[in-house]
């Protein structure tokens, strides 16, 4: 890899970055603009410009967004560190673009593609209005480029884009783009490269807020997988059926089963009448020891109210879990599945509903219906107020 290969490649991430880290400087620390006599020429505002990219080689191009990297880091206000940052990509999309139009060697040019299409999926990602339209056409003129690898890079940058774009389409745009991913799979004879992307497609479709979206795409994808016969398909349908399950909860009920630590079949029927946390978490997780106090706090304030914690921990060893749970005087219910012939098992509620990311916390109310399957946080705070702002029903 050439250094202005390199160049490219790491000035694309981390260039965007530049302006966001120290925006909260006084507004008395900017330098006064300076005042001109007579209205600029095109000429001197090109010049007065920061982030025009001006014409000249590779290297030449490359040297210029560099200096782009060393501007004053101090911003008035947190608007202008944003625009600062949206600028510079702007300048990467420009200054790739430039040097593709000249006559380089392979490397360069891929190396330039690349920075300018990452430029582009970060304005896209970032919501920048008209972004995602101006990446999605970008990337498309790039797919009939006569390079190969370069046409080969903008068709997985299209592919990622109409994926990163499908939760914000209205609904017969994504319904038709929905059809699209799943008939891709049959047509590929049930390629890996068309699973992938509909699986992809999912993962996009799990960050909306109606849950029912993913639900019905992953039953969907499921159903289709199934009729490929293949044991290695099924059992990737099976994953899928299970996500649907666990998007399809919120405002339905949900079953709670397995084993105590005291190796007592759990009775999720005790819990009726409660409002419940269902805490999928291990030991081992990061996140979820840094929400436990979280948890804590809400067990102490609400649990005389008739709130409930019901653990599921995705441990495989015993003694490490009772020894945390001992430390951390956990006062609430945790279900754990034994390992066998020294191999972890996973628990059966886990497994049921596709629970593989820890942690996972789903909230469920005194009728049984769940509320929320991200129930952590200020989001778990704001729930269980109103939980507990509602008088309880009668039977």
Partial sequence: MSGLMRRCAVLAWCVCLCGLATWCVAADDAAPAAKSAKPATKTEQAAADPYAVPDGTPEEIMGFIEKLSRLPKQFATRDEAIEHAIKVQRALIAGGSKILAQKTDVDTAYAAAEMKMQALALLASAE????????????????????????????????????????????????????????????????????????????????????????????????????????????????????????????????????????????????????????????????????????????????????EVVGISLDDDRDTLLSFLEAEQIPWTNLFSEPINGEPVEPPTAKYYGVTGIPTAILVDREGMVVSLMARGEILTMLLAEQFSKTPKTK
């Avoid at 006569?146 to 939760?167: C, F, H, V």
């Avoid at 745009?173 to 799979?185: F, G, N, P, Q, S």
């Fill in 128 to 307: 920048i209005e008209g972004a995602m339209a101006d990446a999605l056409q970008q990337t498309s003129l790039l797919q009939k480029d006569a390079r190969e690898d370069i046409a080969g890079l903008a068709k997985e940058y299209y592919s990622a884009l109409r994926i990163m774009g499908a939760p914000r389409l209205p609904e017969a745009e994504r319904a038709a783009l929905v059809k699209e991913y799943l008939d891709a799979v049959t047509a590929t004879m049930y390629s890996r490269e068309s699973i992938g992307a509909a699986l992809q497609l999912g993962e996009a479709f799990e960050q909306l807020e109606e849950t029912r979206i993913a639900a019905k795409f992953y039953s969907d994808l499921s159903q289709l997988l199934l009729k490929a016969n293949s044991p290695g398909l099924t059992e990737v349908a099976e994953i899928l059926k299970a996500n649907a399950r666990r998007f399809d909860l919120p405002g339905n009920k949900m079953d709670v089963m397995g084993t105590t630590l005291k190796g007592e079949k759990f009775d999720w029927a005790k819990y009726r009448g409660k409002v419940v946390l269902v805490d999928f978490w291990a030991t081992w997780c990061g996140p979820c020891r840094e929400e436990l106090p979280n948890v804590k706090a809400a067990y102490e304030k609400y649990h005389s109210q008739g709130f």
